[in-house]
């Protein structure tokens, strides 16, 4: 099949942070990682989004984002309803989100609207007017933005809210430890023998400071069987363990919010981008095991003195939160500005 065509170009400016005018359309496919990073673009922004779950047919989804003949009808009913009433900016995150902003952006359709794209869309940037990578990515160019780390809502009014939505959490012994548990990714093998020195190291600390409870959460990758170990281990602790919604509602924020200290595991770039919006220290547990772009983050964040290695001492330094959504908003603002 023939490829469609280029992109066209709008010179629409983005009304002002306070502006009623502003509505902003934040597209996924609705996986959490994605709809997180471009709802939280959005908010940062000053309006509330409208989400959009993306409805990807066959057979443009395979070939997204590039475009095929007929691909006006590549989402159905869940972009039609985005070009009855175009928005000021359409922000996608993902591979299905690139194929709807260059949708939304060209052929004259929603002239209005400009095109923010999350995530290498794996095309020429060229086709959005601005694209946001972390900078452990490799995609560069002059309508690219890269941010350590990735996005999220994570700053300090979404704690001081988490903070009073699980007020309860005050009353548990400090220091309280925040446990943040990923899983096997492409870029590290998480498996019984990582789970058993991490817990190692938290048992050590508690031992040695004489009590202290731990807030734990895993994650959907966690394997079932090592959450399973975890809350065996932390069953006589002080705390809560979140395993999944048997367990009641995700107490992830109050997590964040009341933390003295977080530890996480180092397979999610997400995660351990948002402990480090938090204004407490943030130990990562093995972070010698992660590879590839991951590494190259972690290693980032280490060299900036925000994270350290996580080791049985778990000794408290300074913290300057890595607000990296505020500061992608403020470059997305200037640069949409005619």
Excluded: K
């Excluded at 929603?110 to 995530?119: D, Y």
């Excluded at 809350?231 to 109050?254: F, I, M, S």
């Excluded at 938090?278 to 972070?287: G, R």
């Amino acid at each position: 099949m023939t490829m469609g065509g280029g992109d066209s170009t709008h010179g629409c400016a983005l009304p002002g942070p306070a502006s009623p005018d502003l509505r902003i359309a934040a597209l996924s496919d609705g996986r959490a990682g994605n709809a997180r990073q471009a709802t939280a673009l959005a908010a940062a922004l000053g309006a509330p989004p409208d989400a959009i779950v993306l409805d990807p047919r066959a057979p443009w989804r395979w070939a997204a984002p590039r475009r095929l003949p007929g691909d006006s009808g590549a989402f159905g009913q869940s972009l039609d309803t985005v070009r009855r009433d175009p928005p000021a900016l359409a922000i996608g995150c993902g591979r299905q989100a690139a194929l709807a902003t260059r949708l939304l952006r060209g052929r004259g359709r929603a002239p209005g609207t400009r095109s923010v794209q999350i995530l290498d869309p794996r095309l020429h940037p060229r086709h959005w007017d601005l694209v946001v990578v972390p900078e452990h990515d490799r995609l560069r160019g002059a309508n690219v933005l890269t941010l350590l780390g990735s996005l999220h809502p994570v700053d300090a009014a979404w704690l001081a809210r988490a903070r009073a939505g699980f007020d309860a959490f005050a009353a548990l012994p400090r220091p309280r430890t925040a446990l943040l548990v990923g899983g096997p990714s492409a870029h590290m093998r998480f498996d019984a023998a990582s789970l058993r020195a991490l817990l190692a190291c938290l048992a050590a600390a508690r031992r040695r400071e004489g009590g202290g409870s731990v807030l734990a959460t895993t994650s959907r990758r966690t394997p079932p069987a090592l959450a399973a170990r975890l809350r065996d281990a932390l069953r006589d602790c002080p705390g809560v363990v979140w395993t999944g919604h048997r367990d009641g509602a995700n107490p992830y924020p109050g997590l964040l919010a009341w933390a003295d200290r977080i530890v996480c595991t180092a397979d999610s770039v997400n995660m351990i981008s948002e402990a480090c919006a938090t204004t407490v220290p943030v130990f990562v547990a093995e972070p010698q095991r992660v590879g590839g772009g991951p590494r190259r983050f972690v290693e980032a964040l280490r060299a900036r003195g925000r994270i350290r290695a996580l080791d049985d001492a778990l000794v408290a330094y300074a913290v300057e939160p890595l607000l990296e959504t505020a500061r992608i908003a403020a470059e997305v603002r200037a640069r949409l500005a005619c």
